[in-house]
């Protein structure tokens, strides 16, 4: 080679290494810095791709007319999606996903109610973001299903591919009892799953072990309702579908049972976290404080040597 091509070479070299580094400048300059923007982030993207994965398996199931694996597959599908999104998640903001996650952890005093406003509104968000991104892929494939006319209820019904609508059976009371159990049962073992001093799920597991468990309340409890047990993923939907063409019948149907998945859970889910604190973890032996212990030795002895002296 000659000098020429090694010094064109080096020229190559250097201009790409200046290159990646202006690029990755740009990159550090749009990186927040605010761990409460990053946590506000995190519950947007996560709630975002659960609403995504969710409200597609119900998409898939149902405008190929139960073909692609019916009900089971749809449930299969969005147990999944829970676990995706945790660990999309899980490692900025915890991986709430849901209002009803984020009201326990703040009753029970695991996270400061400042962050409350924050989580919220970004999983809202992030919910309709994702029934938006939803429509988009499945828009022709709806309006072929659909015949161009999006309604609530019938048998080309689409709406309860974004947010959930009671059996024509279940009564307003029932529904409420039924998200609210379903959802204590969820916070109860979201509690267990994350109990140090019991029997925790192998680190890195824990969101397969979520998705496990959203799997088996989508089983047992899913008849009635559909087993919502996230205001957000209901809600945010339901406002997207409102806006795109279904009208407000969604939430007039089923005798106005849009409350009913927003409400249930923010009790249910309290009532599951204290049921397991009070039956498990208020129960567990308390380990001895060594630092402290250690702490109080070195001021007793530095109170008897201040007294000497």
Known sequence: MS?????KGDRSSKY????????????ERIALRNSLAKETLSEFFGTCLLVIFTCCSIATAVLNHASSGGVLGATVGCSLAVTMAVYAAGGVSGGHVNPAVSFAMCMTGKMPWV???FYVTAQFL?????SAATFGVYYDALMKYSGGVLTVTGPNATAQIFATYPSPYLSQFNGLIDQMLSTALLLTMIFAIFDKKNMPAPKGLEPVAIGLLILTLALSL??????????????????????AGWGLEVFTAGNSFWW??????MFGAVIGAY????????????E????????????CEKHELANMV
Not at 16 to 27: A, P, Q
Not at 288 to 298: A, E, M, R, V, Y
Request: hydrophobic share 35%; with cysteine.
């Open 115 to 117: 962050k409350l406003p």
């Open 260 to 265: 009913i998945p927003v409400v249930g859970p």
């Open 126 to 130: 992030g919910a309709f973001t994702g």
């Open 275 to 286: 049921i397991y604190i009070l039956c498990i973890e208020l129960h567990h032996k308390k």
């Open 16 to 27: 790409s290494t200046l290159d990646m580094k202006e690029r990755m400048s740009c990159l």
């Open 3 to 7: 000098e020429a091509d090694t010094t």
């Open 288 to 299: 001895p404080d060594t630092k402290n212990h250690n702490l109080d030795i070195d001021h």
């Open 222 to 243: 899913g008849s009635n309702s559909g087993a919502a047990m996230n205001p957000a993923r209901d809600l945010g939907p339901r406002i997207f579908t409102a806006l």
